[in-house]
């Protein structure tokens, strides 16, 4: 549903509920997509979400807003369910959306819902919730179609219509030996398209590219992009075929994971969570900017220093803002590019020098033409040694910042820190301090400040 | 291929060609899968890359090679190939990918491309490149599986067999009618299981979500992500089935269009190409830095005003760096959550005052909390008034930023102003000009300055 038309549902589905018109609401609720309730749902109070859920019709388009809704506002919304209520929903959930709410609830409700549940699924679920939520295990299906190699094309027909009616998304199909070892795929649209008795092992491909339960998300989803496949299987230490990751999920990683770069380079948590109360979010902003603060004081103790000799230039400290701005602008270009370009896998740590004598020659170029342009408004409005100093001060500045912005995020993913996290801070505040000090020091010098 | 494995198929394969081991190379160009020869790709020369191309054996192989290959390295290693010779591969490529490369060669050469191609072929890419590139028509397959109602389970595979055996995702096929339009879908995985004799009119989905040929392809990605389909049919002005566009395009589109707003936002071009001369990057990167050079010029002239009265408090300018820099800082926060939250449609624009409020309520809880932080500092350092001053410099410079960083997004996104190019310069901008406007003033007034 575009965006316009899921507004006017949105605004239809508010009046309905503030008019109390049960059976129009009824009707809207029973023929819209589980995904469409569930972005209405992020704009209702939870009163209006627990009307409107109760309106739900069967326990399938239930489960499916389950899976839809984001993960605080359904938390929220089962907080006063009846235990049996909710283990009738979560039944036809896939077992990966399970385990990652189970994950969110206390530890006794999640126990509580597991008693609740048949034996398998119980020790299915507890399986997964094992792994780590950001690895392959943790976003796995454990649903999915395991055949021997001298199956024959029409046995596996047969048994898609009986064993695996259940499984979410059969369009490859896995051939594992004996001890359950992956050893081919072969595609559900191959599999129609060949002789009945043909067996599996004779059209099975055995280069499957697979990952293992601790593969980290990202790379799980590099790897989804990387080779067009719909779905990766994945296995346990001993090559055992466990479960698999579908590009649906992928596609949720990706986002995810770029909302998360974007927002720890500004140091705004990690996670886009508009429900967050305004102390909450208050609290996550608040240590990236002390960072921002120490730099500051840094800057502050540096011009304290020549505060003296100040007094016979006070107009060299109209430049400060100009000199830093433009300083701390080119840096966040060169760590944008570079932050990103790891993320996406183009750029390489091979690349370290390269791009840094690169972004070098960048930031002078582009401080060249600034530094002239400034320098010469110095020149005209108070003297040319006074344009000298703020001209090479804004290409000493321009410079530096594309340097220390493309090498800092680099630096990070050498020693196997995060770039996104650690470069906005770091860059930031010692572009601020050398951008400060250089000028002043070139001052020095020139002026004999 | 896990990252560290291909860095290892990097240098195997940049040892080999130094030595010139055709043998080796020939063997293992031939066993890689093409996306992994991809990555390769970009960290060779084009005189390597030739070499290595011209080791891949199958003209399937070089198709694949071809589809993987981005855009600029490919239109350079073609430059020189016979027509001819590129004619054969691209007949091997799926349509979209042979539009998209068309439409980045010159006319001449596109066309004389075209003239090698069968009539059926070349009159169908024709059609593709009519559509633009960003929309739903310039990124659809127009091979797809479209079937009429009165068909049955066993027509269908039989079709599958025969005219379809083409279509690269045949995992969804759709119906029909006598227009040629769409009216129901069916999966795959849902025709294996029915009996043979059954009518795709009795099983088929009839509320398919479906785009049009002129859909921005954001709008389709986000479409594709809801619904977690694998691919999404794609109609005319006469809702005419005209392609479909795959989930594996779909991932492309996002991760692009989360780079190129990381980029466009840090005002550093639209596209991450490492292979960007230094001058072409510079060009690129130069006018965002005009903005900031702009207000780096206001702020130059409202200090500049105030010249005379300094020479008595020096010390004030001392605090332009951390004023600046707060405001700065906790702007971006600001922004950067707006402009991600409304593209990944977490926010709407219906929510301006609320997001609106709650920013200016953080940045005043911030403002106070490193207001208090800073004047402290000053009124130990100077006295009591310049530790007043320089504080609410600090409350409003932040408070004001928030308010900016948020508020800007929301109104560009609102006359459909793409928030992530105009935030960034406009934001950065007008924040450095209040914070040190703001400043002056209280000082001014407090400090009679």
């Known amino acids: 549903m575009p965006v316009d038309r899921t507004r006017i549902l949105l605004d239809t589905i508010k009046r309905l509920l503030r008019r109390g018109a049960a059976i129009h609401l009824h009707k809207i609720v029973n023929k819209t997509h589980a995904a469409d309730l569930a972005v209405v749902f992020r704009f209702l109070t939870l009163y209006e979400q627990e009307t409107l859920f109760d309106l739900v019709h069967t326990v399938e388009h239930k489960a499916m807003l389950f899976s839809e809704l984001e993960e605080e506002i359904l938390v929220k919304l089962i907080e006063d369910m009846p235990a049996e209520k909710i283990a009738e929903i979560l039944a036809q959930m896939p077992s990966d959306d399970v385990a990652d ?39 796995m299906l454990p649903d999915f179609i395991a055949l021997k190699e001298e199956t024959t094309a029409r046995e596996t027909i047969e048994a898609l219509q009986k064993e695996y009616i259940d499984v979410e998304m059969p369009f490859y199909l896995y051939v594992v030996d004996d001890h359950g070892r992956l050893v081919g795929v072969i595609s559900l649209r191959q ?54 990751v579908t590009v649906d999920d992928v596609i949720d990683i990706i986002r995810e994971e770029a909302t998360e770069d974007f927002l ?20 996550i902003r608040l240590p990236w900017l002390l960072a921002s603060w120490f730099g500051g004081v840094i800057a502050f103790l540096i011009i304290g220093h020549f505060e003296r000799g100040l007094k016979n230039f006070v107009y060299l400290t109209a430049f400060i803002p100009i000199i830093m701005g433009m300083g701390g602008n080119i840096g966040t270009q060169s760590s944008t590019i570079v932050v990103r370009g790891l993320a996406t896998g183009q750029l390489n740590l091979k690349q370290i020098w390269e791009v840094m004598f690169k972004e070098l020659a960048i930031g002078f170029l582009l401080g060249f033409f600034y530094g002239l342009l400034i320098g010469f408004i110095a020149h005209v409005r108070y003297d040319p040694w006074s344009g000298v100093t703020v001209g090479l001060a ?15 995020p680099m630096v990070f993913a ?7 996290v650690a470069t906005g801070p770091f860059v930031t505040t010692s572009i601020d301090i050398l951008s400060v000090f250089f000028y002043f020091q070139i001052a020095t010098v020139l002026l004999h400040l």
């Open 101 to 139: 709410l189970l994950g969110k609830l206390s530890d006794d409700r999640a126990k509580a819902l597991l008693d609740l549940m048949t034996k398998e699924e119980s020790e299915e679920l507890e399986e997964l919730l094992r792994y780590d939520e950001q690895t392959a295990g943790g976003i």
């Open 191 to 244: 599999l129609v398209v060949v002789p009945p008795e043909t067996r599996l092992k004779s059209i099975m491909a055995t280069d499957v590219v697979s990952v293992h339960t601790n593969t980290d998300q990202e790379e799980v989803a590099r790897i989804v992009a990387r080779y067009n496949v719909l779905a990766v299987p994945v296995v346990d230490e001993s090559s055992k075929l466990v479960g698999i």
């Open 264 to 283: 720890k380079m500004a140091g705004a948590g990690e996670g886009l969570v508009e429900s967050q109360s305004v102390f909450k979010s208050t609290r």
């Open 394 to 408: 804004v290409i000493s500045s321009m410079t530096i910042a594309a340097m220390v912005g493309s090498l800092v």
């Open 414 to 420: 050498r020693i196997n820190v995060d770039p996104a």
